[in-house]
């Protein structure tokens, strides 16, 4: 919706891969988010940037999250060492009213 | 802390009849409140916000809801049920810096 492309939409991994999510705002918001969405949940934030800035980042479970926005666009959320509880739907917010992208779905074997 | 409740895990209608779906708020302050639907396979889509304008609001494809104070509530209705209304909704607070906190969800079926 509102132009907001995520990709991979489907991404299967091995345990201890790591992994990189993408996001693209195409109309340039300057608010993104990042949820995480377990099967049969709610999707739970993660972080939160405006512009290039992360204002808040207090939803990433642990230190393998990361999340970086390096010049206000695109945004790239990692996950380092994979493990089965990370397997997900990440989806992607632009904009004050967010507008949802259509989440990658994250399988850690 | 802002937080909502999805009062039914599962609603079930006839089509052509009416949709309530249940939800309370829980805050110390006038929230924003919106429902998402999420159909199979596709991303969340918007149905209404409500932000303190009005407290009848109306969303897209014939969807409403009313913001009742004195009940916290913000239960979402439709007159008459379609069969593509068939799908998750959410009812979502949003707190500060617009981070939203979802409920649990609801999934409606609508039955010929």
């Known amino acids: 919706g509102a132009g907001v492309s995520q990709s991979p939409r489907y991404k299967v991994a091995k345990r201890g891969q790591d992994v990189a999510l993408r996001c693209d705002p195409i109309?340039?918001?300057?608010?993104l988010f990042w949820y995480q969405q377990a099967l049969g949940q709610g999707p739970e934030f993660l972080t939160y940037?405006?512009?290039?800035?992360?204002?808040?980042k207090s939803g990433l479970p642990s230190d393998r999250f990361f999340a970086e926005r390096p010049e206000g666009s695109v945004s790239t959320l990692k996950i380092q060492r994979t493990q089965q509880e990370d397997s997900a739907v990440y989806l992607c917010?632009?904009?004050?009213?967010?507008?949802f992208g259509p989440g990658t779905r994250l399988t850690v074997l | 802390a802002q937080s909502v409740t999805q009062l039914d895990s599962h609603v079930s209608v006839s089509e052509g009849t009416p949709v309530l779906l249940r939800c309370n708020y829980s805050?110390?302050?006038?929230?924003?409140l919106f429902w998402y639907v999420q159909h199979p396979n596709k991303g969340l889509q918007l149905l209404l916000k409500?932000?303190?304008?009005?407290?009848l609001v109306k969303g897209i494809n014939g969807f409403e809801a009313e913001f009742k104070k004195s009940e916290t509530s913000f239960h979402l209705t439709k007159p008459s049920a379609h069969m593509s209304d068939a799908a998750e909704y959410f009812c979502?607070?949003?707190?500060?810096?617009?981070?939203?906190?979802f409920g649990t969800g609801t999934r409606l079926q609508v039955t010929l």
């Open positions: 917010a632009a904009g004050d009213t967010q507008y």
């Open positions: 109309s340039g918001h300057v608010s």
């Open positions: 940037f405006q512009n290039e800035a992360q204002l808040d």
């Open positions: 805050s110390s302050y006038s929230p924003s």
């Open positions: 409500y932000t303190s304008a009005a407290t």
């Open positions: 979502v607070s949003s707190g500060t810096a617009s981070k939203l906190t």
